[in-house]
């Protein structure tokens, strides 16, 4: 993705990350916020990066929105239903996608005894030990990293603690503090130089293609800074009007609604809104809507623009659904940069 434009208002110069440094979430927001110009600050929460970007203290914040083996990142999902109205001028205006390659991070054991288990040649094996982890008592990471490795702990730490943390960065800062080398960290590679440890096991994820998407959120403010450009090669096709299916391919557009949950059809009814007008849906979820017990907010993405719509199709779909929904709001549009079968994308 191509870096965002740097005309941006006084002060707006700074894009808020779930941190610390070295995280996934850092390496997703250099690869959109490569210029000098821009002041990467690292949070430690996804709630903070929120926070910070509704106050005005960053023009940009960027969110782990999904994964490609876990799902949705709920922190984000939150953040988006906004269910307290604190973050009623928030909007996604981007996408990144982020190949994510997670390595089992820690101090090998010294002892004569776990030497006979080492890789003979030191090289790496995708998803295997590279020395004995029979030291290993506990593992930190970030909940998405241990659902993203499942099948690695089922193999090699059965029975080993678990510690969910912040991010993957955290993790390891956790397990190098750790004195006796009895802690590891599932992390990024770039964190095991960062914080002095060795790298036990390499590419431990489930799937080789694991990929995190990122959202990229704003405020609606009318001091905003532009929108980002289109990456070059990004998806979709440069017509956005085509009649074979592929309308506002290169776009999408995230909204949210309620139903009235006792009338019979009543999602079905939203959802027709888009099937009519030929508008592809990308994602759904939905969350409690805390109004009553067991009553929902949805979440839909589809392909299209509420902000490039030469025929109209999104806005009267937009129209349609205000129509059958109990509420609804637009949490933005942007260019589709999903590459099928090519770019990837992690927290």
């Known amino acids: ?81 906004d269910r307290a109205d604190r973050y009623a001028d928030i909007w996604v205006c981007a996408e990144i996608y982020l190949d994510v ?67 993957t960065s955290k993790a390891a800062e956790m397990a190098a503090a750790d004195a006796s080398g009895t802690s590891a960290a599932v992390a990024g590679e770039i964190a095991a130089a960062a914080n002095g440890l060795d790298v036990l096991a390499g590419c431990i994820e489930d799937r080789e293609d694991n ?50 949950h006792r009338t019979p059809g009543a999602l079905a009814d939203v959802l027709d809104c888009f099937r009519r007008l030929g508008l592809n849906l990308t994602s759904i979820n939905s969350l409690p809507c805390l109004v009553e017990p067991f009553s929902y907010l949805f979440f839909v993405e589809f392909e299209g623009s509420r902000l490039d719509d030469p025929k109209g199709r999104v806005s009267k779909a937009l129209e349609g659904m205000g129509k059958v929904a109990r509420s609804w709001r637009w949490l933005g549009s942007w260019r589709n940069q999903r590459k099928m079968g090519g770019e990837k994308g992690s927290e």
């Open 1 to 81: 993705m191509d870096s965002l434009p740097a005309s941006v208002v006084s002060g707006q110069d700074k894009v808020a990350f779930l941190g610390p440094f070295s995280s996934y979430s850092h390496q997703a927001t250099k690869s959109a916020f490569s210029g000098p110009e821009w002041e990467l600050t690292p949070t430690q929460t996804i709630k903070e990066v929120f926070d910070i970007v509704q106050a005005g203290g960053a023009a940009y914040g960027v969110v782990p929105f999904e994964n490609s083996t876990h799902g949705t990142v709920t922190f984000t999902l939150d953040g988006l239903a």
């Open 101 to 167: 390659h997670h390595f089992l991070l820690g101090r090998k054991d010294a002892s004569p005894s776990s030497s006979s288990s080492s890789s003979q040649d030191g090289s790496r094996v995708r998803g295997e030990p590279l020395t004995s982890l029979a030291h290993i008592k506990r593992v930190y990471s970030h909940p998405q990293a241990f659902g993203q490795t499942g099948a690695f702990f089922g193999r090699h730490l059965r029975g080993v603690e678990t510690i969910d943390v912040s991010s």
């Open 211 to 260: 990929t995190t998407r990122f959202f990229v959120i704003r405020t609606k403010g009318p001091d905003a800074p532009p929108l980002p450009q289109r990456a070059e090669g990004g998806g979709g096709d440069d017509d956005d009007d085509d009649d074979d299916g592929s309308y506002g391919a290169k776009y999408k557009t995230l909204v949210s609604f309620t139903v009235p």
